[in-house]
């Protein structure tokens, strides 16, 4: 059974950092684009960024510049360097990746808490 288990949410002032990491266990035979998304309270999901396997980037307009989205195909794993947060950051955040058992999946990680607040 495939899991992907976010880290690294937590409170932070407005113009500080974080950095999400987002690790995929289990029977894997290959991981194709991986990628974050996130949901504030009252509103849709909506895409932050994604990246192939072959390292293209993604980025929604409102984190350009900002977030830089990485991955260590070694570990399984996404990142998601946040700088410059505000407020209008805060929100779940949740990991998405495509993997292949070898069945093709869609698989989502449970969700972690970014607030940014003074």
């Known amino acids: 059974q495939v899991q992907l288990v976010e880290s690294g949410g937590g409170l932070v002032q407005p113009g500080g950092s974080l950095r999400l990491s987002c690790a995929a266990s289990?029977?894997?035979?290959?991981?194709?684009?991986m990628g974050w998304y996130r949901q504030a309270p009252g509103k849709q999901r909506e895409l932050v960024a994604t990246?192939?396997?072959?390292?293209?980037?993604n980025y929604a307009d409102s984190v350009k510049g900002r977030f830089t989205i990485s991955r260590l195909n070694a570990k399984n794993t996404v990142y998601l360097q946040m700088n410059s947060l505000n407020p209008e950051d805060t929100a779940v955040y949740y990991c998405?990746?495509?993997?292949?058992?070898?069945?093709?999946?869609?698989?989502w990680g449970r969700g972690t808490q970014v607030t940014v607040s003074p």
């Open positions: 998405n990746a495509i993997i292949f058992t070898p069945t093709r999946g869609d698989y």
């Open positions: 289990g029977l894997i035979l290959s991981i194709a684009g």
């Open positions: 990246i192939t396997s072959g390292g293209t980037t």
